[in-house]
C-alpha cells in the first residue's frame, strides 16, 4: 500500500495536469481567434494567447514530474522539489513585490493619468482602490499557493524516504562456506 503522502501527491498533480491541460487550450484556442466576439477587451488574444500557452505547458510538465515523484522516487522526485522551490521563490518575490507597491498604487495612477492629459478625480480614486485590490489578492494568492507548495514539498520528502526502508529481514546475512564469505537470503 502507497504512503498518504503519495496519494496527496498523485492527487493534487492530477489536478494540477488538469488545470496545465486546460490552460493550454484556452491559449491555443486564443490563438486560433476564438476571442474574436470580446469587442470589449480589444487584442486579448495577442498578449494573453501566448502567456496562457506557456503558462499551461510549463503547468503539464511540473505535473508530470510530480507524478512521476509519486511513483518512482529517484531523480524525479530531486527535479520535482527543485521545480516546486524554483517556484515558491518566483511566488514569494510576487507576493513581496505586490505588498511592497501597494503604497504606491496612487502615485502610479496619477503620473499615468497626467500622461494621457489628466482624469476626472472619481476615476483615480476608483482606478486606485481597483488597483489596490488587484495587488492585494495577487499578494494573497501567491502567499496561499507559496504555503500549499511547502506542504507539496513536505509530501515529496515524506513519500521518498517512506519508499526507501527496507524490513531487516530483507537485508542479506553472511554465511562461511568453504572458506568464503557468501551472502544468503534467509
Known amino acids: 500500500m502507497a504512503p498518504p503522502a503519495s496519494f496527496f501527491l498523485r492527487a493534487t498533480n492530477g489536478l ?9 487550450a484556452v491559449g491555443g484556442y486564443q490563438l486560433t481567434g476564438g476571442d474574436a466576439e470580446l469587442p470589449e477587451v480589444p487584442y486579448l488574444g495577442a498578449w494573453s494567447g ?3 500557452l ?3 505547458g510549463s503547468v503539464t510538465l511540473l505535473a508530470a514530474v510530480g507524478c512521476c515523484a509519486a511513483a518512482s522516487h529517484g531523480a524525479a522526485t530531486w527535479a520535482y522539489l527543485l521545480a516546486l522551490q524554483a517556484l515558491y521563490t518566483a511566488l514569494v518575490g510576487a ?3 505586490c505588498a511592497m507597491n501597494y503604497p504606491r498604487v496612487a502615485e502610479y495612477v496619477i503620473t499615468e493619468c497626467e500622461k494621457l492629459g489628466g482624469c476626472p478625480s472619481g476615476d483615480v ?6 488597483m489596490q485590490a488587484h495587488l492585494k489578492l ?11 507548495l511547502i506542504l507539496s514539498q513536505a509530501a515529496a520528502v515524506a513519500s521518498a524516504l517512506s519508499s526507501k526502508r527496507a524490513l531487516y529481514s530483507d537485508i542479506p546475512t553472511s554465511a562461511f562456506r568453504g572458506g568464503a564469505a557468501q ?3 534467509a
Open 183 to 185: 551472502f544468503t537470503t
Open 16 to 24: 494540477l495536469l488538469a488545470c496545465g491541460v486546460a490552460l493550454a
Open 138 to 148: 495577487a499578494a494573497s494568492a501567491a502567499g496561499g499557493l507559496a504555503g500549499f
Open 50 to 52: 501566448p502567456l496562457l
Open 125 to 130: 480614486a476608483e482606478l486606485t482602490a481597483d
Open 95 to 97: 507576493a513581496a513585490a
Open 54 to 56: 506557456a503558462v499551461g
